[in-house]
């Protein structure tokens, strides 16, 4: 459906000035009276709402101050950001809803409990209304436009008001992302004119790199509902489960050109465990958004370009969960006034459609109310139907993954059971006390579903965002779909981490896998506090203190060298790490061993202080990026340099080991100075496209593969969008097979790994036999969508390549091994570029030889 308005050129933009500042009248419904005592953002910002772009400071003083003055509404913090800005949550209600709150959030959350929730009277219950604005930092109309909402719900007066505050509880977000939304309020404002300058051009309008849409560490955070790897997702949902609302709404923005969109969104790509009464109760409020919009002559649109597919997203998440989600996507200013294909664009246009939509949003919530409340009685009530009856997982070489998995499964209010006894599913033994089940007999049964699912055919073969996202291959973890009843252990109520401990104690020598998902952490701590560390190349077994058996130890086993050593010291600093990172050290006796190589063999290499480089700035990928910062900054304490690649030619490289580019264009790298650095002895790791870039360089070995043309003589223009985007792989997960033996691989245990792809790299098999320590197996795919045309052309072809240049490595990696901080299973894979890479062997041909 399509709206405009013929005169909306003549009618919108007549009110505003040079300076784009507005009345109050020009956002606030004039049929309604306010209190006095109540200050308009206006009066307490001392400028106009739209006149410039608040600061997340200047909101949340506003915010507080409506807490202070008004009795609908209680204020909490819910947590901090990375940059540690408060995060707050307003509950919105009458005086009478207030005062008995805890009562009201008791009912409410019980009508998700099928064995309370039959007896309840809807009727007499308020709707709960989550609404959150601005969860991507440069889509600034929301969160400005919660200034007014919030006044709104805080001053108006009337009838339609207390009997909306009445019959609703309002769970109110003002600005989900502060750390990118101050970012981008401060570019913005610091670019704004006195008379403003609309040219697209201008400066205002092209933030620098990585932009305000991302957090502090460049992550997307509306793709962090699921997951919650970030602790603005972690208190944030906290509250939406303490709460379960019945609404959610996202408030976005989209491009220039753009008019206004909110859902349902294209029919065909929604996901299939979404009910219908969610895209039927969607569409309800999509009249309600119709009539409001249409009501202050804006144009808008539904059922394209959007979708609900993705089960992370913030539209979406709440489909899942009993409740339903509505996406806003306003055509963005993105600063104070913007020439647009539409005509002149405003700041404060694109904050009145969001308070329109609020509003018409409000008003839909309590005509559905009884409808709404039905639908997640019913949605919680509703029994598992599907054959799989239970997941269970475990049993992995990585204590730490497992439990973080078992920590993401508990935050999303899915109930965790031990196992009471050991079961042989599918030719594997999961056993009591390694291993957890997961029943579908529970009212979160959609979303285990959604979370453990490997779905490989679709209606649609365009996805908004990532067409796979199991939990298990996420992880690497060990699991099977059980048909069968099984017997339930102890609930986890309680999940502890699982500490390591130090065995025995030695002044030669300390033994630790490289099995713990913090085993690089406890290595580079070592490291950095001068202790000698040498890695396995082979495998070995050494009798340890008080074994009657020798243990064995695998590929990529840590020694670390005690002699010459305070003895109690090192025992001392070994059981801190042993108990923070989830390590077993043990100490060993003797160099000699009973099987393999000895401690003293030059099988055991020395290992090198990882010191990283990461390229960054114009034309490189920021999500890529943060996700390295993040991962070695907040899990593995590896300090990491990143540097603009403006700067590159500057940069004296030699004081680093490691050189990283991810996604990118690097087009503007200083060549012939990398070269001579990875010559003497650097390690360059490459991701996905950055391959390219060393290929034609001719530092790798990789060579992409060219995709065929397409042969078809001619097709509908119509369906070009379609055809070009199912041709991409959008998000998509592989099985690779693994060379256990290679440094790259040190960790592992299976062969057999899952990788996530989201692009179209492919590799061409190398002529070096020991070069390619990871490869798609010959049936790849296991979830996710990918045209039949690609996965013919990935199958059995390499993952990763690794050749010589000069005394350096280059590694090439056709993935992204760390994405959006869940993917925890491949992480390894990079962090052993970085603690390994300078020590795989010097076999096979250097790209000099091989060109």
């Known amino acids: 459906m399509r709206f405009c308005s013929l005169l909306r050129l003549l009618t919108l933009f007549a009110s505003f000035t040079a300076s784009a500042q507005v009345a109050d009248s020009y956002y606030l419904p004039q049929t309604v009276q306010f209190n006095a005592a109540i200050p308009t953002p206006r009066q307490h910002l001392g400028y106009q709402v739209g006149e410039w772009h608040v600061s997340h400071d200047q909101l949340v003083g506003y915010m507080r101050r409506l807490d202070e003055l008004s009795d609908r509404i209680t204020l909490v913090e819910y947590g901090r950001t990375h940059e540690k800005r408060p995060l707050l949550l307003l509950t919105i209600s009458s005086p009478q809803n207030q005062q008995n709150i805890d009562r009201l959030k008791a009912e409410h959350v019980a009508l998700t409990d099928p064995t309370r929730s039959g007896s309840m009277d809807v009727t007499k219950m308020p709707a709960v209304v989550w609404m959150s604005y601005s969860v991507h930092g440069n889509e600034a109309s929301g969160t400005n436009a919660a200034l007014l909402a919030a006044y709104y719900l805080a001053a108006a007066q009337g009838p339609a008001i207390d009997s909306l505050l009445n019959e609703s509880i309002i769970l109110f977000d003002p600005c989900i992302n502060p750390d ?39 992550f997307d955070l509306n793709r962090d509902y699921l997951y919650q790897q970030h602790p603005e997702s972690q208190g ?9 609302p019945n609404l959610l ?18 029919p065909t790509r929604v996901h299939p465990l979404t009910p219908k009464r969610n895209i039927d109760l969607t569409t309800r409020f999509g009249q309600f958004q119709a009539e409001g919009l249409q009501a202050i002559g804006s144009a808008y649109y539904t059922q394209e370009s959007y979708d609900d597919f993705y089960y992370g997203k913030g539209s979406t998440y709440p489909d899942v969960n009993g409740a339903v989600g509505i996406l806003f996507e306003q055509a963005s200013s993105r600063g104070h006034a913007q020439e647009s294909s539409n005509g002149l664009l405003t700041f404060p246009f694109t904050i009145r459609n969001q308070f329109t939509a609020t509003l018409s949003t409000l008003r839909a919530a309590r005509a559905m109310r009884t409808d709404l409340l039905n639908f997640q009685r019913d949605h919680f009530k509703e029994v598992n139907q599907d054959a799989v009856k239970a997941y269970v997982f475990g049993g992995s070489n990585d204590r730490v993954r497992t439990w973080e998995m078992v920590n993401i499964l508990r935050r999303n209010q899915v109930t965790v059971y031990e196992l009471a006894k050991d079961e042989a599913v599918d030719g594997k033994t999961y056993t009591r006390g390694n291993a957890y089940v997961v029943p579908l007999s529970q009212p979160q049964h959609r979303l285990i579903r959604g979370m453990f699912e490997k779905r490989t055919t679709f209606q649609d073969s365009l996805f908004y965002d990532i067409s796979a996202w199991s939990m298990p291959h996420c992880f690497n973890m060990p699991y099977a779909e059980v048909k069968a009843p099984v017997a339930l252990g102890a609930r986890v109520d309680a999940n502890a981490f699982p500490k390591g401990q130090v065995t025995g104690s030695s002044n030669y020598a300390y033994l630790f896998t490289w099995d713990s998902y913090f085993a690089p952490r406890a290595a580079g701590e070592l490291m950095r506090k001068g202790y000698r560390l040498k890695s396995a190349s082979q495998q070995f077994a050494a009798q340890l203190p008080g074994q009657n058996n020798p243990t064995k130890f695998d590929y990529g086993t840590v020694q670390v060298i005690a002699n010459g050593q305070d003895p109690a010291q090192l025992r001392t600093l070994l059981t801190t790490l042993a108990e923070r990172d989830g390590v077993d050290f043990y100490a060993a006796g003797s160099g000699m061993t009973p099987e393999g190589i000895d401690l003293g063999s030059d099988n055991f290499k020395n290992m090198r202080q990882p010191k990283p480089l990461l390229v960054v700035g114009t034309g490189v990928n920021s999500t890529d990026a943060g996700e390295i910062w993040h991962l070695l900054d907040t899990r593995v304490n590896i300090p990491l340099s990143t540097v603009d690649m403006a700067q590159m030619g500057r940069v004296n490289l030699d004081k680093y080991n490691v050189l990283i580019l991810v996604s990118g264009d690097y087009g503007n790298l200083p060549t012939d100075k990398i070269r001579q650095w990875v010559q003497n002895g650097g390690t360059l790791v490459t991701m996905t496209d950055a391959v390219k870039w060393a290929s034609d360089n001719r530092l790798s070995t990789a060579k992409l593969r060219r995709v065929p043309a397409d042969t078809v003589g001619t097709r509908p223009y119509a369906d070009y969008e379609r055809y070009t985007g199912a041709k991409a792989i959008s998000g998509t997960i592989f099985q690779t097979r693994a060379d256990l033996t290679h440094p790259l691989l040190y960790g592992y245990k299976d062969e057999m790994l ?12 190398g002529k070096d036999p020991f070069g390619a320590p990871l490869w798609y197996t010959p049936k790849p795919l296991i979830s996710g969508y990918v045209a039949a045309p690609n996965e013919r052309f990935i199958r059995d072809t390499p993952a990763i390549i690794v050749n010589n240049f000069g005394a350096g490595k280059v590694i090439a990696m056709a993935d992204n091994p760390n994405f959006r901080a869940f993917w925890y299973g491949t992480n390894k894979l990079f ?21």
């Open 180 to 218: 990118g939304g101050n970012r981008f309020a401060s570019w913005v404002n610091t670019h704004r004119s006195q008379n403003l300058v609309t040219d697209p051009s201008s400066r205002e309008f092209s933030e620098a790199w990585p932009g305000g849409r991302t957090n502090h560490y460049w």
């Open 236 to 244: 944030r949902m906290v509250k939406f489960h303490e709460w379960k």
């Open 249 to 266: 709404t996202d408030h976005h923005e989209m491009g220039t050109n753009g008019t206004f969109f909110f859902q349902p969104g294209v």
């Open 754 to 765: 899952s990788v996530f792809k989201d692009n179209n790299v492919f590799l061409e098999k």
């Open 831 to 851: 962090l052993n570029a970085l603690f390994f890479g300078n020590q795989i062997g010097s076999y096979g041909r250097g790209v000099s030889e091989e060109n």
